[in-house]
């Protein structure tokens, strides 16, 4: 594991920021369409891991709480069930969120379920989300 980060931290972009603009700037991975297409379009083109490796990209699920899914860069693994990620327009407000926790909360520790720091009321938040994975170079 790495050295600590910063504590999570919202910044303002000189632009509002959707999470697919900024994961493929950060990563350099480029898929275009919404992050719930991203696990399906890596096919064949990106590595597609069931674990985070830092600057890949988690792809949390279609839900009906993310109905266009959504993308954060893996920025550091902190333990074998917490990753720091940066991401952008988390909540829905064209933000850039960095170094904030997501912890994987599955029984199995396989990343399939996480849960993820609210950084505006810093404590962990209360929803629990699907992951497909993660796509790397």
Known sequence: MSQPVAGPRIVRGSRWLYCVGFARQMSGIDIRGNAATWWAKARGFYERLTT??????????????????H????????????????????????????????YDVSRS????LVKVWNVKLGQLGTHVYRLSGFIAQ
Do not use: C
């Open 109 to 112: 520790n396989d990343w399939s």
């Open 71 to 102: 993308v954060a860069v893996v920025k550091q693994l902190v333990s074998p069930r917490e990753v720091r990620v940066d991401h952008a327009n988390w909540g829905n407000d064209g933000k850039i969120y960095l170094n904030t926790p997501v």
């Open 52 to 69: 985070p490796e830092p600057g890949a990209v988690m792809v949390f699920s279609r839900t009906r709480r993310l109905h266009a899914g």
